[in-house]
Every structure is written in structure tokens, then in C-alpha cells.
């Protein structure tokens, strides 16, 4: 797994050179009603609108080993007081799988997305294939954006999606990213795995304030 000290070069220089330490947050300005709606699942599909790629640009890390390494642990804890539908130990081994990848960086410019597994770098640039409204049987919907990378010698995923609890152009705070090789309709049906990115330059801490807090 990467650490801090690993960030690798072209992270530092070229591609991504602007954006390591520059991401804001969507909600560094209070949300609107409608936000905070549209963030729990709540929302009219007319509301619903397109956005680019821009939307997450910056460099992103796994929250996976956070929450390996017990950092999240306290964000569990609340969970389980607040919910009483699982104790902090099944929301432990619920996230635990929604977490799960391989990929534990990435990296968003210009269309351009880079995806780190450990040393291993595979990029494309990803062209928009609109959005999917899903309807949860909770109650609740959720949006996925859906984007393609039409360069066949590229190794990186060919269909990805993004899912970031907003329903319209804003700048993402964290996001989960479906990813595969089949087609979107497959990933659509990728409900119990979904891989959670928060900035690079937030530290364990830092998210697991934000996760409880926002």
C-alpha cells in the first residue's frame, strides 16, 4: 500500500502538479436544503443534471486502510449508536467490503484519470456517458456518472462511475467509484462494493471527522 512518503513523481510534476494540495471540499459552503436532501437520497429525477469530469478533479486515496488500521473506527461506533441496526464490529466487516480494491490512488485532470495500484500506473482519458438514477429498496436513489475510456491499448478500466451523494455540477469532497471492463449496465448492478476516496492531503483523522460530521 502507498504511503505519504511514496507519492510518486509524475504526481508531483507534470500531470498533476497543480492539483495535489488544492482540492476544496463541497461543503466548505453551507448546503442548501436541497443538498442535503439530495445527499441522503432524496431528490425529484428532474433535478438531476450532467456534470464533467472536472467535477472530481484532484488526487484521491483509499479509505480502505483506514479503516483497516482502526482510524475509522470511531466513525463505526457512531454508526452503530445512531442506526442500532448493526453493532460497530458488522458495520466494521460491512465496510470492510465496500472498501475493498486494489486501486489505492488517483489522480483527475483534464479529462485524464490515473489509477495507482501500489507502483503499477494506468491512465486514460475518459469521455462523459451521462448518468443512471437508481432506485434503492430502501426508499432512497442515488446518481452514477458514468464515463468511458475509448483508447483501446490503455490498461486502465473501460467503464467507470462515480457516486458522490450530489446531483448537479459541484466540485466532489469524497466519491466511490465503480469500475470494470464489461459494460455500464454491469456496474450498475455493483451494489455491495464501492470503492471511497477522500482527498490526498486529508490525513486518517481528518476523514474520519469528516465522515462523522458532514
Given at each position: 500500500m502507498m504511503t505519504k512518503n511514496m507519492l510518486p513523481l509524475v504526481l508531483l510534476t507534470s500531470l498533476f502538479s497543480g492539483v495535489v494540495m488544492a482540492h476544496g471540499h463541497h461543503n466548505d459552503k453551507p448546503?442548501?436544503?436541497?443538498?442535503?436532501?439530495?445527499?441522503?437520497?432524496?431528490?425529484?429525477?428532474?433535478?438531476?443534471?450532467?456534470?464533467?469530469l472536472s467535477d472530481w478533479d484532484g488526487v484521491w486515496q483509499s479509505v480502505e486502510p483506514y479503516l483497516a488500521d482502526g482510524t475509522l473506527d470511531p466513525v463505526m461506533q457512531a454508526k452503530a449508536v445512531k442506526n442500532k441496526d448493526k453493532?460497530?464490529?458488522?458495520?466494521?466487516?460491512?465496510?470492510?467490503?465496500g472498501y475493498k480494491t486494489d486501486?489505492?490512488?488517483?489522480?483527475?485532470?483534464?479529462?485524464?484519470?490515473?489509477f495507482h495500484r501500489g507502483d503499477k500506473v494506468t491512465q486514460c482519458k475518459y469521455d462523459y456517458a451521462g448518468y443512471?438514477?437508481?432506485?434503492?429498496?430502501?426508499?432512497?436513489?442515488?446518481?452514477?456518472?458514468?464515463?468511458?475510456?475509448?483508447?483501446?491499448?490503455?490498461?486502465?478500466?473501460?467503464?467507470?462511475q462515480f457516486s458522490d451523494h450530489i446531483i448537479a455540477p459541484e466540485k466532489a469532497?469524497?466519491?466511490?467509484?465503480?469500475?470494470?471492463?464489461?459494460?455500464?449496465?454491469?456496474?450498475?448492478?455493483?451494489?455491495?462494493?464501492?470503492?471511497?476516496?477522500?482527498?490526498?492531503?486529508?490525513?486518517?483523522?481528518?476523514?474520519?471527522?469528516?465522515m462523522q460530521h458532514h
Amino acid at each position: 500500500m502507498m504511503t505519504k512518503n511514496m507519492l510518486p513523481l509524475v504526481l508531483l510534476t507534470s500531470l498533476f502538479s497543480g492539483v495535489v494540495m488544492a482540492h476544496g471540499h463541497h461543503n466548505d459552503k453551507p448546503q442548501t436544503e436541497a443538498q442535503r436532501q439530495a445527499a441522503k437520497g432524496i431528490f425529484s429525477d428532474k433535478d438531476v443534471q450532467d456534470r464533467q469530469l472536472s467535477d472530481w478533479d484532484g488526487v484521491w486515496q483509499s479509505v480502505e486502510p483506514y479503516l483497516a488500521d482502526g482510524t475509522l473506527d470511531p466513525v463505526m461506533q457512531a454508526k452503530a449508536v445512531k442506526n442500532k441496526d448493526k453493532t460497530a464490529e458488522e458495520y466494521r466487516a460491512y465496510y470492510a467490503k465496500g472498501y475493498k480494491t486494489d486501486v489505492d490512488m488517483i489522480g483527475i485532470e483534464n479529462n485524464i484519470i490515473e489509477f495507482h495500484r501500489g507502483d503499477k500506473v494506468t491512465q486514460c482519458k475518459y469521455d462523459y456517458a451521462g448518468y443512471r438514477i437508481l432506485n434503492y429498496t430502501s426508499g432512497k436513489k442515488g446518481v452514477r456518472y458514468l464515463f468511458e475510456c475509448k483508447d483501446k491499448s490503455s490498461q486502465a478500466p473501460k467503464f467507470i462511475q462515480f457516486s458522490d451523494h450530489i446531483i448537479a455540477p459541484e466540485k466532489a469532497g469524497h466519491f466511490h467509484l465503480y469500475m470494470g471492463n464489461e459494460s455500464q449496465e454491469a456496474l450498475l448492478t455493483q451494489l455491495d462494493n464501492w470503492p471511497t476516496y477522500y482527498p490526498y492531503s486529508m490525513n486518517g483523522n481528518d476523514i474520519a471527522h469528516e465522515m462523522q460530521h458532514h
